[in-house]
């Protein structure tokens, strides 16, 4: 099953710590740069530096350069079953396992984390903030083919 990593500069290690335990458990990893995105033309939605990152078109604070870049997996993708994780995720099954709870009538299956209470700050002392469905999309199974899916361009990415 194809894998895209999100890389986040500063969590190098985390990266390469996800990426080598994504290899080991059969899985074709993939990093996802925001930066090579921007070049590329396909993410042109403005971002800030105010403090921390800063997503314009929310007017809300991101954590990681690859927050709203994981979100074109199925534009990079084009078809099948393609999981996007954050950077500082640790594989510990084969890709058989997670490939057996993929359904074909979900265009993209997440893990609902219950986070709970939130407060304080988190990675590099940036200020956590709380949102419905926080973390959801720290690992994504994107059902490619889906109707869904294949309704989004790389305009609503960029303004949605």
Known sequence: MRVLVG???REA???NLAMASARKRGFDA???YEDRLRASGLLY???DQRGQMWDLNSNAPQATSFAIARFFTPILAHTGWCLFVDCDVV???DAQQLARLADPKYAVMVVKHDVGAVGGTKMDNQAQ???PRKLWSSVMLWNIDHPANR???VQMLNQW
């Open 7 to 9: 890389y986040e500069p």
């Open 13 to 15: 290690r985390s990266f």
């Open 30 to 32: 993939t990093p996802l």
């Open 45 to 47: 939605r403005p971002c």
């Open 91 to 93: 594989f510990m099954r």
């Open 129 to 131: 903030t709380a949102y």
């Open 151 to 153: 309704r989004l361009n």
